[in-house]
């Protein structure tokens, strides 16, 4: 991305944003609420038109594409709050992450990877997904994701609402799933759990990036520190 301008009417909510994310690459943005952080990751999913600046994939420019194309140019994003049907069955919610042709045609060996990669899953194929707890209906959140055969993966605040340890189980999964050799943009508020996993990070505060580098670089920068009233360094 470069240069990226999100608003919404007159109000800007991503303002002059660069950002890289490399092949097999586990890149992750951290900030405080209202930093920007869900506008930002719903524009590189193409739920958000930019008003101005550059989103490319392998060169591609991906600002003419319509909002439903990005999944088959090979984005994936799993959204704040894990928005499954939750009357539907888990199996139901994950094989509407593979509705486009390529992926269908994959779907039953993508599906035992998903099962493969939460065990949990694999018990309540045919349960409501509604019925499953928290952390288990994340886990469907990006199983789905993951069905669509993506070449990135877009995670959008995933540890939010789950006990600490769910969280830590999510994590080690967001980084199986990166292992495997998939590019993961990761947007999160728990800033040390963030950062424990990432090859590199992005502070975002008030819609800008105020500080990038290395996980240990931007722990360790003073406007984390700001962003986060010293809540994140315990200073």
Same mark, same amino acid.
């Given at each position: ?78 959204? !704040? ?27 039953a060996r993508t599906l035992e990877r998903v099962c493969t990669l939460f065990p949990a899953v694999r018990d309540k194929l045919e349960a ?18 993951? %069905?669509?055969?993506?070449? #990135? ?12 340890? %769910?969280?830590?189980? #999510? ?16 947007? !999160? ?16 505060? !008030? ?29």
């Amino acid at each position: 991305m470069r240069g990226l301008e999100v608003g919404y009417g007159a109000a800007p909510a991503v303002s002059g944003v660069s950002l890289d994310l490399a092949a097999g690459e586990l890149v992750c943005v951290v900030g405080p609420n209202g930093a920007g952080k869900s506008t930002l990751i719903n524009a590189i999913a193409g739920l958000h038109r930019a008003s101005a600046g550059r989103i490319a994939l392998d060169g591609r420019d991906l600002a003419s594409l319509p909002s439903h194309r990005f999944c088959s140019a090979g984005i994936a994003l799993v959204p !704040e709050g894990r928005r499954l049907f939750t009357r539907m069955s888990v199996r139901e919610n994950l094989e509407m992450g593979s509705y486009a042709a390529a992926a269908r045609q994959l779907r039953a060996r993508t599906l035992e990877r998903v099962c493969t990669l939460f065990p949990a899953v694999r018990d309540k194929l045919e349960a409501p997904a509604g019925a499953l707890s928290g952390g288990q209906q994340q886990m469907v959140a990006i199983g789905r994701a993951l %069905m669509a055969q993506p070449r #990135m993966l877009l995670l959008d605040e995933p540890s939010l609402g789950l006990s600490p340890l %769910m969280v830590q189980a #999510m994590f080690n999964a967001i980084e199986d799933v990166n292992a495997g050799g998939m590019s993961v943009l990761l947007v !999160e508020q728990n800033v040390a759990s963030a950062l424990a996993i990432a090859d590199r990070a992005y502070l975002l505060e !008030e819609g800008r990036i105020v500080a990038e580098g290395t996980p240990d670089a931007v722990f360790g920068d003073p406007a984390l520190r700001r962003a986060y009233l010293g809540a994140a360094t315990g200073s």
